[in-house]
């Protein structure tokens, strides 16, 4: 409805020409009125266009264009046709022209800000959350409000009884409806939440241009709220202008650097007055002291008292030195620099090690919350590097203290001052520790290769080129150092220290102790499984005598830091809106599976880590060919005389044509990812299909699961990166399938064949003889070209459980060398397993296995059987059924007597007092694994026999 | 006996590489190596008159029970690195199948991966030649390259 009179009132104000537009925009298309609208705003002064704002506002059709100043809706969305920008002055002149009008109505907003304020510093949070209602009713919506709600949320922890804030969210779009605006101001908030990446996600959001202008500018708020230059902050103040005239005020506040405030009175004032409704930055500072890191959550949470001048003083050193040097929106201007230098209390290394007051204001409370924690001072170090070109001077004890009241330093160091400081440090340690914080950052190749050279020196000269050793005598006083060693030495890392790391053997027995280490010292059960699936599988790749020659490969560090920099946000997102939602029980969620589907085709299709880089580089161009087709035909020169002859050789010349276009159609069509341009790819980037769609739900469930248990989605890469193997996997079977195909194809010797009928017999013989041997050479290196399409066991352990059972003898018979049970097995009926099943398993054949031949008959029957029973209703089972024959002595009584355990009894020390064997520890298992059940132990028919199961997830 | 380093994997490729050196420098003791770790002690070991050096190796040589090696696109860098540490000045051909080179996460075509080696990675190779299989030009191309040296 428009108020017509009132309408014509206002239009009455303007001048003939403006009205006559005015109406033309109020007659016109969207895209007409957009096009008028656009070339009016840069022609009207401040008070003109509010006039015309005024008057427009008022004709409902045009609501698109102008938004409310004072919202009675949250503005979360992209609501608004976005016009074009104007210069800043412009901007400026505007919001001055409406602090004016609106001032009145201002300063009695400002009042309640004051006393809302109040509130929450006495953590009053009832009277706060009655007040933001209240607010909210008079004043309207504004991300100022919203995260005022976001903050009381956080420091109340989530006491849902506040339901003016909670209302104010739910309006907002979250936590239950996945807004980005909204939810990326709740992850901001949270304490367990990795602000940086959560902060490089926000500010590399997609730019799709005027289509989300608004939604980037607002997520950036909590995170940097900083403009570059006037014509960025132009279209900040346009996009908060959209959400309400206080985000326009307070991002002018926060950027005065880009303008002069003199030449805008109005709005000088009104951001003095709303500095005035703050309290003071102790007060604020002393709200996070409960928490257990409370400069971490006073920075995580300063967003919500931007109105406060101490506040924004605070975090300008933050915002630009706790963060990538080299991100787009930061620049190091010499104001920023002299302002910077001003606030930062001391000059050089050794003092920002040791002094309690890093910064030069006189608040104590943040002093102490500064000195206590880690940002200011990563901030400094950053600061400092960057401002003395890396000229400083540490020594290694003052270095390694400085690393345990640091953080993020990898992810925020610029590397070339870092390498300056490198170079001028004393000890190899010293510098080490540098390299590593600048390996983990750099693609520069010759950084990693310092960092593995000085490594591997400090190990050769000092700890017997043993890791562990170096890595323990770390975490004796300095265990950020040591924690950093250890998750930086993955596979790939180890196999380039070249110099201590021999074998791959070598290679998975020093992540093995690495992840024990790390077991022991976090107490988390997860890296001792870890570490002994490591060991298993190699035990098992000992057993099998294979030559594992994969050369499918995927770079697990970068595309690691791709699901960090690309997923970690939205599927933190996805699973905070299910919690809130109580949706985490169902497990299911369809964008958890599209973020997992995107995850697998990057990890398909990256040129640089993906599957895609290393069939290209390592496969396809040239050794392919070079194995299936140049080393083939080479038996022509061993055939020398057969092939002299004239028809044995145009046949041979014929069927090498075609074995050739053959050999290079699978090159062309085959070793590619599916794509349009490659229909026929073997790797299909997708998870369509039945195989694949139980792979990505179990991964979602995973996903889920990991979630509810943690609260925190740090280990998704990990989960992600070896679901990934699985659904990859899939493709690497059925390549090997069609491999298998084009035996009938690739070995057609037909025509060769033929020259039988009409030679004389040496030259037919020659040609049987010649035919055998190609027919040989093929085959082999079909067989050898399969070995290429697996997926590598050290990134991802799979077990067949022929193999393990080989394996279990095999270690069992180090003790007992005359036991020597059958384990051959058909391949064609073996089962192989994916996943952490292995240490368990390994763990009950070991017990069971060990029993035997400990107290079993010599050279007596054992029988291994496994089979998997499929049950409609829930998920498939492995059943392993071991018996082993009972020695002539003794009766059944006896042995059934000796099984006996009481499941219900005490099992807890089954690993201290039973050494390597004991059906309790069968019972321990069941009781620490929920998917392990023994079925049956007992004595039958001169046999022991021993049943369990394991539920797979697909 | 000047010695050739022959740094490759391909069992095809390097039969074609020490058939060359065989026809075309024959007065070179050729050694080889088939992954870095082999590729770096070599290289400590011994000083070469050149140095035949493919990108993508395997970390470890591939033995039978051993485990899986490290697949390593850009292992061939790590030898040049090695050297450039050593202070050694062995003269390095670069050989590869692939047509552009990965340096410090971009790619390169072999016409500028000379040059950017250098300019990143202040490592110094004589040439990149392009490697194809069944072809003889990059014979021609590596016959030229060892004139120049």
Avoid at chain 1, 182 to 206: A, P, T, W
Wanted: proline share 3%; net charge negative; with cysteine.
């Amino acid at each position: 409805m428009i108020n017509t009179a009132k309408f014509h009132h206002e239009l009455k104000k303007l001048n003939v020409d403006t009205r006559n537009k005015v109406r033309a925009i109020c007659s016109s298309s969207d895209k007409v009125a957009v096009k008028v609208f656009n070339r009016l705003r840069k022609n009207l002064n401040s008070k003109e266009l509010f006039q015309v704002e005024m008057t427009l506002s008022l004709y409902n059709d045009r609501g698109k264009i102008i938004p409310e100043h004072f919202p009675t809706q949250p503005q979360t969305h992209e609501n608004f046709i976005r016009l074009c920008s104007l210069p800043l002055k412009n901007y400026l002149q505007h919001i001055n022209h409406l602090t004016k009008h609106y001032e009145e109505k201002l300063l009695i907003f400002f009042k309640q800000i004051e006393e809302l304020n109040s509130h929450i510093i006495k953590q009053d949070f009832s009277s706060s959350e009655r007040l933001i209602s209240e607010i909210f009713q008079n004043y309207g919506y504004s991300h100022f409000l919203l995260r005022k709600c976001v903050l009381i949320k956080q420091l109340s922890q989530d006491d849902t009884s506040l339901k003016g804030v909670y209302n104010l969210i739910d309006l907002s779009g979250g936590a239950k409806k996945n807004n980005l605006i909204v939810n990326s101001l709740l992850h901001c908030f949270q304490e367990e939440q990795d602000y940086l990446s959560l902060k490089k996600s926000i500010m590399g959001l997609r730019d799709n241009g005027d289509a989300n202008k608004f939604r980037r500018d607002l997520t950036r708020l909590p995170f940097h709220p900083h403009a570059k230059n006037a014509e960025e902050l132009s279209q900040l103040v346009q996009s908060n202008l959209q959400s309400s005239l206080i985000d326009a005020i307070i991002i002018t506040k926060i950027n005065t650097n880009l303008f002069e405030s003199s030449d805008y009175p109005h709005l000088f004032k009104i951001n003095g007055k709303l500095n005035e409704t703050s309290p003071d930055i102790n007060s604020i500072a002393s709200t996070v002291f409960p928490f257990e890191d409370p400069e971490e959550v006073f920075f995580k949470q300063s967003s919500a008292w931007y109105e406060s001048d101490e506040i924004l003083e605070y975090r300008t050193l933050p915002d630009y030195f706790y963060d990538s040097p080299d991100s787009s929106y930061i620049e190091y201007t010499d104001t920023l620099i002299q302002k910077l230098s001003n606030r930062i209390g001391c000059n050089n290394l050794p003092d920002l090690v040791s002094t309690d007051k890093l910064t030069s204001h006189h608040f104590q409370q943040l002093h102490e919350i500064e000195a206590n924690g880690t940002i200011t001072r990563s901030s400094i170090l950053n600061f400092l590097l960057y401002t003395k070109e890396g000229n400083l001077f540490i020594t290694e004890l003052d270095l390694f203290t400085l690393m345990t009241k640091t953080s993020d330093l990898a992810r925020t160091i610029n590397i070339q001052k870092a390498k300056t400081l490198a170079a001028m440090l004393p000890s190899d340690l010293s510098k080490l520790v540098i390299y590593l914080l600048i390996a983990k950052k750099s693609s520069n190749e010759r950084d990693r290769f310092s960092l593995r050279r000085t490594l591997q020196r400090i190990l050769i000269n000092d700890y017997q080129s043993e890791l562990l050793s170096l890595v323990e005598y770390l975490a004796e006083n300095y265990l950020p150092i040591a924690d950093f060693i250890y998750a930086v030495s993955n596979e790939a890392f180890l196999a380039q220290l070249s110099h201590i790391v021999k074998s791959p053997k070598q290679m998975i027995e020093i992540r093995a102790e690495l992840h024990n280490w790390k077991g022991l010292q976090t107490g988390e059960q997860y890296y001792i499984n870890r570490a002994r699936s490591l060991l298993i599988d190699h035990q098992i790749s000992i057993v099998r005598g294979e030559i594992d020659d994969h050369r499918i490969y995927v770079d697990i560090t970068r595309f690691s830091e791709w699901v960090y920099d690309n997923m970690a946000h939205e599927l933190n997102a996805v699973l905070t809106m299910m919690k809130n939602n109580n949706e985490l029980e169902q497990k299911d969620n369809p964008q958890i599976y599209a973020l997992v589907e995107k995850c697998f085709y990057e990890f398909c299709t990256n040129s640089f880590f993906g599957i895609a880089s290393y069939l290209g580089r390592r496969i396809r161009h040239g050794t392919f060919r070079g194995h299936l087709y140049s080393s083939v035909i080479k038996i022509e020169k061993r055939h020398q005389k057969l092939l002299q002859d004239p028809v044995m050789s145009s046949r041979w010349e014929s069927w090498k044509n075609q074995y050739e276009e053959k050999v290079q159609n699978i090159i062309n069509n085959k070793l590619h990812v599916k794509s349009n341009i490659m229909p026929d790819g073997f790797l299909i980037p997708n998870t369509a299909g039945l195989e694949k769609n139980e792979i990505i739900a179990a991964c979602v469930h995973g996903l889920v699961e990991d979630f509810t248990a943690q609260g925190h989605t740090h280990n998704s890469s990990q989960l992600i990166s070896e679901y990934c193997w699985r659904l990859a996997e899939v493709d690497l079977r059925s390549i090997n399938s069609y491999f298998k195909g084009q035996k009938t194809s690739l070995l057609d010797f037909s025509e060769l064949s033929s020259i039988t009928f009409d030679h004389d017999e040496e030259i037919v013989c020659a040609g049987k003889d010649f035919t055998r041997e190609l027919h040989s050479i093929i085959s082999d290196k079909i067989t050898s070209i399969s070995s290429w399409f697996k997926r590598p066991h050290s990134v991802s352990p799979k077990i067949s459980l022929g193999y393990l059972y080989k394996a279990v003898v095999s270690e069992v018979q180090q003790t007992f060398e005359q036991f020597s049970p059958d384990t051959t097995f058909e391949e064609n009926k073996d089962i192989e397993l994916i996943g952490g099943a292995h240490h368990v398993l390994y763990d009950a054949l070991y017990v069971i296995v060990y029993n035997a031949a400990k107290h079993g008959k010599q050279n007596g029957k054992v029988t291994y059987d496994y089979f998997i029973v499929h049950d409609k209703d829930s998920s498939p089972i492995l059943k392993v059924i071991i018996d082993s024959e009972i020695k002539d002595s003794e009766t059944e009584l006896y042995i059934s007597d000796r099984l006996k355990v009481s499941p219900t009894g005490n099992i807890e020390d089954a690993q201290v007092f039973e050494n390597r064997s004991g059906i309790k520890k069968l019972y321990h298992l069941q009781k620490y694994d929920d998917k392990f059940k023994i079925n049956k132990i007992a004595c039958e028919n001169r046999f022991v026999k021993i049943e369990f199961t394991y539920s797979l997830e697909y | 006996m000047e010695k050739l380093l022959i740094i490759e994997d391909d069992e095809h490729k390097i039969e074609r590489l020490k058939t060359f050196a065989q026809k075309h420098l024959p007065e070179k003791e050729v050694f080889l190596a088939t992954s870095l770790v082999t590729a770096i002690e070599n290289i400590n070991k011994y000083e070469f008159s050149l140095i035949f050096v493919d990108m993508g190796i395997p970390s470890h040589p591939i033995e039978a029970g051993s485990g899986s090696p490290v697949s390593l696109l850009t292992g061939g860098i790590e030898v040049l690195l090695e050297l450039s540490e050593l202070q050694r000045t062995d003269p390095c051909i670069i050989i590869t199948q692939y047509p552009d080179i990965e340096i410090s996460g971009q790619f390169y075509p072999l016409s500028q991966a000379t040059q950017q080696l250098y300019d990143k990675l202040e490592c110094k190779v004589e040439t990149c030649v392009h490697y194809i299989e069944d072809s003889s030009e990059w014979e021609e191309e590596l016959k030229k390259a060892i004139q120049k040296i």
